[in-house]
Nanobody, 129 residues
Framework: QVQLAESGGGSVQAGGSLRLSCAAS????????MGWFRQAPGKGREGVAF????????YYGSSVKGRFTISQDTAKNTVYLQMNDLKPEDTAMYYC??????????????????????WGQGTQVTVSS
């Protein structure tokens, strides 16, 4: 089992920045990739960013590309999401996820919540205009 704990959410004005962290514990040596997802009230869970633990390969959702950056510190089993130029439409609960499926896969698959079997509890991000 892998446990994930997100932190770093909060409230910010449009144009501001936040940095989310996700600390993994447990059987972390089984993890192959990690992702960030978000879910706004009344909407489905949206893939935000993906990173492959073995080589820093990343994918981003089209709505955040160029504004968000995913990174990792494998020694600390921690993944980060740097969010810049935040917009009110970025308001959502943000979730960290991990997957132990071998291989990298394409962006569509790796940004799908169906691909992940471990999830954190989420951290709220609120962006005001």
């Amino acid at each position: 089992q892998v446990q994930l704990a997100e932190s770093g959410g909060g409230s910010v004005q449009a144009g501001g920045s936040l940095r989310l962290s996700c600390a993994a514990s447990g059987y972390t040596n089984t993890m192959n990739s990690m992702g960030w997802f978000r879910q706004a009230p009344g909407k489905g869970r949206e893939g935000v960013a993906f990173i492959y633990r073995g080589g820093d390969i990343t994918y981003y959702g089209s709505s955040v590309k160029g504004r968000f950056t995913i990174s990792q510190d494998t020694a600390k089993n921690t993944v980060y999401l740097q969010m810049n130029d935040l917009k009110p439409e970025d308001t959502a609960m943000y979730y960290c996820a991990a997957d132990d499926t071998p291989g990298i896969g394409g962006a569509a698959a790796r940004l799908s919540p169906d691909e992940y079997n471990y999830w954190g509890q989420g951290t709220q991000v609120t962006v005001s205009s």
